[in-house]
C-alpha cells in the first residue's frame, strides 16, 4: 500500500512532469500568426504568347492555396494568392515586383526568363525570397540566395536522361538536335550533347528559326546529314511539327527520337498525336503515378482545363505553396510587418535546406538552394500517354 | 522614396525619351522603329562598359547617345526621304538583326542575358535632368524654322521641296535626334533594370510606345507626357483579376482614342487655344 | 541538287500562301487606302473556325464556307472603323497601321485566352494527308499540293475578277482615283466594302489552305506571318499587285533556302540583310508603289 505523503508525493511529481512537458511544448511551438491571411504574390505571365503556361502555373498555385484552406490554412489563417502579371516584359516585372517587395514575406515567380532577369535584383536588394521555381540552375543561381534552383545543375541532371536514351538505342552512332535559341535551351542542349558523348554518341546541331512557319526545309536539312536519331531542345509545337514532318519524309523508327523536358507541354500531345507513338522524353514528374493526392489534382486539373492532363511544369508552384507552408509552420514566422526582414530570412533559410520535403509526385531534400536527390524520369509516348522507361538518377 | 513610386517614375522617364523619340521623325511622316535598335545597341554597350571596362556613367551616357546616332545615322543617307513604310521595315529588319547578333554573342550573355549591371546613385534624378534637357531641345527644335519644315513634309512632301526644303537632309536630322534620344534612353535603361534579355526589345515594346505616342498626341510632343503616366499607372492600378486582360485594355484605348480624338490627348489647337487663354489672362492682369 | 529540289518544293508551297496574303492585303490598300496589319491575324482566326466546324463535321464544304464566312463577316464588320478613321484622320494610312496593330494585338490576345485554352489547335491527320510523292528527301504532301494549286486557281481567280470584269474595272478605279470615280458614278463606299469582302473572301481561302498546309495552328502564328507579309509588301511595292505576287513567292522560296542552307538562328537575320540591302538601294520597292 502506498502512504499518503507517497502518493501526495507521486501526483506532485506527475504534475511537474505535465508541467514540464507543456512547458516544453510550448517553447517548441511555432508562435502563432497575425496576421489576418497570408497574402503570398505570384508573378507571373498571365497575357502575351505564353499566357497559357502562366495560366496553368496560377492554376496549380491556387489550388495548392483552396486545398490548404479546407484543412484549416497556415497556422489557423487562410492562404491567398495573388496574381500580379508581368507578362513578358522586364519592365512590367520590376514594378510588379517593387509593388511586393516591401511589404511581401516570401513571394512566387517571376516568370519567365526575362522577367526574372529584370525583377529579381530588386528581390535581392530588398532581401525578398522569391521562389523562380520554373527556371534552370543557370538562371536561379544568379539570385542566390534569395531564390532556390528547383532542378539540380543542368549538366548533371540532363546529361545522364540523354544517356539514358542513347543506351536505350545501342545502334544509334550519330544524332541530330534541334535546337531553339531560348533562354536557357542553348546549354540544356550542351548538356544533352554531353551526355550523348559520354556513351559515344555524335551529336550535331539544326537550329530552329524562332519565327519559323514551315519545317519542310529544316527536316530535309537534318535529314541530308543521314543521322541515327534526333533529339529535341525547342517548344512543344515545334517538336510535334518537326516530327510530323519527319513522319512525312519517311523517318518511321520513333524510338530514335527523345524530346526534352520543357517540351513535356500540351501543345506537344495536341499538335503531335499519333505522330508522337514510340518517342521518348524525359521529364521531372510520372503523371501516371497513382497517389490519392496526384489522382485529386489531375481530376480538378482535367475538369477546369477541359479533359487536358496537367503537364511537367504544372505542379511546381503546387509544391512551392506547401514549401512555403511548411516553412511558416515550422519555424517562428508570425506575419507580423514589424519582424518582416528577419522572418524573411527564416523562411528563407528553412527553404534552402528544407529536408524530405513532401511533394505531390516525389519526395526530396534541398541543400543550399539546390535538391539534392532529384532525378528525372524517361518515358515512352503511346497514344498520348507517357509510359516510364526508367528513373534516372542525376549525376554527382 | 518607395520602391513602387522609384520605378514607375524611372520608367515614365524612359519612355517618355523613347515615345519622343518616335515623335521626332513623325513630324516628317515617318515611324521610326529603327529607334528602339539603337536603344537595344546602347543599352547593351552601357551595360558591358559599366560592368567590365568599369567605365564611369557619364562617358557610358555620352558614348550611349553616339552609339544611338551612329545607328541611325548610317541607314538615314537611303532612307532620309524614304516612305514611311520602307522606314518601317528596315526599323524592324535591323532590330531583328541586332537581336540576332546579340543571341549570338557569349560575351553579352546571349539567350541567357547580360546580366550584374552595377547601380548608379541618384538615377532618377539624373533621368528626369535628362528628360527635362531633351524636352527643351525637342521644343526649341519644334519652334524653329526646322519645326515648321518637318510640319509641311508631313502634310506634302511635294510642296515642301516646292518651298525649298531639302526633305532628305531634313529627314536625315530627324532620324538622328531621334538615335541620340533612344540611345540615351537605353543607358538609362540599363543602369535601372541592372541586367537584359535580347527578348525585350520585340514588337511588343514598339506597340506600347505607339499606343503612348498616339494616345498623347502625335502633334506635339507634350501629349506622352500625358499619356505614358496613365499607361505606365494603369497596369499598376488594374486589379488582379483583370491583369490578365491588360493587352486588350491598351489596345482598346488606342483604338477609342484614335476614334474619338484623332490628335490624341493633347493637340496643337489645344495647346494654342490653352496658351491664348494664358496670354488673355495676363493682359487683362495687365491692363 | 535533290536538297535544293526538295526545298525549291517547300517554298514554293509556302509562297503561294505569302501570295494570298498578300493580295488581299494590297487590295484593300489600294481600294481602302488602309494597312491592313491585322489581315494574317484575321486568317488565323479563321483557322480556328475551321478547326470548331471539323469537331462537328468532316464535310470539307462546310469547313471551307464557314472559313470563308467568318473572314468576310470579320472583315467586313472592323471597315466601318476604318471609314470612321479616314473621316477623323484623313486617308492617313500611318494611322490605320497603329490601329490595325492595335486590332491584332487584340485578335491574338482574344484567342490566347478564350480559344482552346490558348494551347494551339491541330487539324485532323487525314486533313493534311499523307506524302502523295516521296523519293529520297523530295516529298510532297496532300496539304502542299492543296496549298499550291488551291494557291494558283486563287490567284487566278482574284485577277480574272480584277482585270476582266466590270467590278474588277471599278476597283481598279478607285485605286488610281477615287474622287474621280465618285464622280463619274461609281459608288465609293459600297466599293471599298466589296474590297474588304472580296480580302475576306480570299483570308478564308487562304486559312484553308494554309490549315491543310501546317495541320496546325496557334495563337502567334498571325504575327510570325503579319511581318512577313507587311515586307513582301513593301519590298515589291506598297499596292503593286503583280509585284506582290513575285515577292511573296519569292519571299516563301527565300526562307525555306535560308533554312535549308544558312547556318541556323543566323538564316533569318540573313535573309532580312539581304531585304535590308534592296530596300536601302530601292526604297520605294522592286516593282514602285501603287497605293
Known sequence: MMGKHTKSFAGLLIMAVLLVCLAGSSLGAPSAAVVDQWEIPFLNCLTGPIASIGEYMAWSAHRAAYEINQKGGIKGKPVKIVDYDTGVSPEKAVEQMARIVNKSLVSLGPVPEACIMAAMPLAVRQGLFSMTASTTYEYSTQFFPWTLSWYPPTDKHLAPAAAAWAKEQPKMKKVIQFVEKWACWPSMADAHADGLASVGVETFTVEVPTDAVTFGPLVVRALAQKPDGFMFTCTSEKVAKIIIELEKYGWKDKSKILIFSSADDMPLYTTGRDSLNGCYIYAYFDGAKETPRWKTFKENYKKDHGGLDPTSLSTIYYDCVYMIKRAIEETDVTGDPKKLKAERIMIRDYIRNMQDFDGIQMAWSMKDGIPSDKGSFLFVIENGIKKCVTYVEAWK | ?287 | MEIFAAQLLNGLSLGSMYVLLVLGFNLMLLVAKIIQFAYPHLVVLSMYVCWGVLRHTDNMLLVVLASVASCIVVNVAIEPIFRLLAKRHGLDINVSFVVSMSMALLITDVMSHLLNYGYPIAFPTEWVGKSIFSSGLIAFSAGQAYALFGGIAAVAAFFYLLYRTRQGRVLRAISENSLLSSIIGIPIIKTRVLSYAIAGLLGGLTAVMFARLLGSASPGLGDFVGMKVVAASILAGLGNLKGGLVCGLLLGIAESMAIGYLAGSWSNAIAFMMMLVIMLIKPEGLFGIEA
Open chain 2, 1 to 287: 522614396m518607395s520602391p513602387v513610386l522609384y520605378y514607375f517614375l524611372s520608367f515614365t522617364g524612359i519612355n517618355i525619351l523613347m515615345c519622343w523619340s518616335l515623335y521626332l521623325p513623325y513630324r516628317v511622316g515617318q515611324l521610326h522603329y529603327l529607334t528602339v535598335a539603337c536603344m537595344l545597341a546602347s543599352a547593351y554597350f552601357s551595360g558591358f562598359a559599366a560592368r567590365e571596362w568599369s567605365w564611369p556613367f557619364a562617358l557610358i551616357v555620352v558614348v550611349g547617345i553616339l552609339i544611338g546616332i551612329l545607328i541611325c545615322l548610317i541607314p538615314s543617307f537611303a532612307i532620309g526621304d524614304a516612305p514611311c513604310f520602307t522606314v518601317v521595315i528596315i526599323g524592324l529588319t535591323i532590330i531583328f538583326i541586332l537581336k540576332t547578333a546579340v543571341e549570338n554573342s557569349p560575351a553579352l550573355g546571349g539567350t541567357i542575358g547580360f546580366f550584374g549591371i552595377p547601380q548608379v546613385n541618384h538615377l532618377l534624378p539624373l533621368t528626369y535632368l535628362l528628360v527635362v534637357y531633351a524636352g527643351a531641345v525637342i521644343y526649341r527644335i519644334d519652334h524653329s524654322r526646322l519645326g515648321r519644315a518637318a510640319s509641311v513634309v508631313f502634310v506634302d512632301k511635294n510642296t515642301a521641296a516646292a518651298l525649298g526644303i531639302d526633305v532628305k537632309r531634313l529627314g536625315m536630322f530627324f532620324q538622328v535626334a531621334a538615335g541620340a534620344l533612344a540611345g540615351l534612353a537605353g543607358t538609362l535603361y540599363a543602369f535601372l533594370i541592372g541586367g537584359l534579355f535580347p527578348e525585350f526589345f520585340n514588337l511588343g515594346v514598339i506597340g506600347t510606345l505607339m499606343c503612348m505616342l498616339f494616345a498623347g498626341g502625335h502633334t506635339t510632343m507634350w501629349g506622352v507626357i500625358v499619356s505614358v503616366p496613365i499607361l505606365e499607372g494603369m497596369q499598376l492600378l488594374l486589379p488582379s483579376a483583370i491583369a490578365s486582360w491588360r493587352q486588350v485594355i491598351y489596345a482598346l484605348t488606342l483604338i477609342v482614342i484614335v476614334l474619338v480624338l484623332p490628335g490624341g490627348l493633347v493637340t496643337k489647337r489645344m495647346l494654342l487655344r490653352l496658351k491664348g487663354k494664358v496670354s488673355g489672362g495676363i493682359s487683362k492682369c495687365n491692363n
